[in-house]
């Protein structure tokens, strides 16, 4: 029992996170320059753009100008980047992946970028689970239909990571959940077009397109 528990001690360390990754916030666009600000359109990642753990590729995002586009980019989100959300009623996360890689994170989200030492995967299972959520949810501040949460203080929030090796196993089990749910979430979306079709056919016939 004791070897037991000596390897688990091994296998962990506790460190803040912004010793393992790096914390910032997004460029701050406003709803109304989303559709008349001038300068070269970027894919921009808002707090709607965040379903189940996913982010939306960037050909779903809105698009916003920006005169400076190098600029822009030192707030485009990266593989295995995990993000939350700064601002709004619900707390999400996000871990972004080839679809959504260089898009433009907003103001309202937070992005936290691993380490070389961290895999992304595993920092989002450990940010995302219901065992640390409530850790980020006291930091949250404001009235009850608008919270915020602050770079800084998320940063300073010490998380407890596994080995590397069971990081790598933890994310890969992550990215295949999450395959694995929008595969089914297609699948019954093609189902039920296929019974609506089936429906209308049997309710309307030749009819329906008339």
């Known amino acids: ?11 962990r360390s506790s460190a803040r996170l912004l ?11 406003s709803r109304e ?3 008349v600000r001038s300068g070269k359109r970027l894919p921009v990642i808002g707090v709607r753009d965040f ?30 980047d995990v ?6 009623t619900l707390l999400k996360f996000g871990l972004v992946g080839d679809e959504t890689a260089g898009a433009i994170a907003s103001a309202n989200i937070i992005v936290v970028r ?25 930091l949250r501040r404001g009235a009850t239909t608008l919270l915020s949460l602050s770079p800084k203080d998320l940063a300073k929030l010490e998380i407890n990571l596994p080995s590397r090796n069971e990081q790598e196993r933890i994310a890969a089990l992550v990215k295949n959940a999450q395959i694995a749910y929008r595969t089914a979430l297609e699948a019954a979306e093609i189902r039920r077009s296929l019974a609506r079709r089936l429906i209308d056919a049997r309710l309307f016939g030749d009819n329906q397109n008339n």
């Open 114 to 138: 691993p380490g070389p030492d961290v895999a992304g995967g595993a920092l989002f299972a450990i940010l995302s689970s219901d065992v640390f959520r409530p850790k980020i949810e006291v």
């Open 33 to 35: 320059e989303k559709v």
């Open 1 to 11: 029992m004791k070897d037991r528990k000596k390897t688990v001690s091994l296998c």
């Open 51 to 80: 379903q189940d753990g996913a982010v939306a590729a960037r050909e779903a995002l809105d698009t916003v100008g920006f005169s400076s586009p190098a600029k822009a980019a030192t707030y485009a989100v990266q593989v295995d």
């Open 83 to 88: 993000l939350v959300t700064g601002r709004g």
């Open 19 to 29: 010793d393992v990754a790096e914390v910032f916030a997004g460029v701050g666009v």
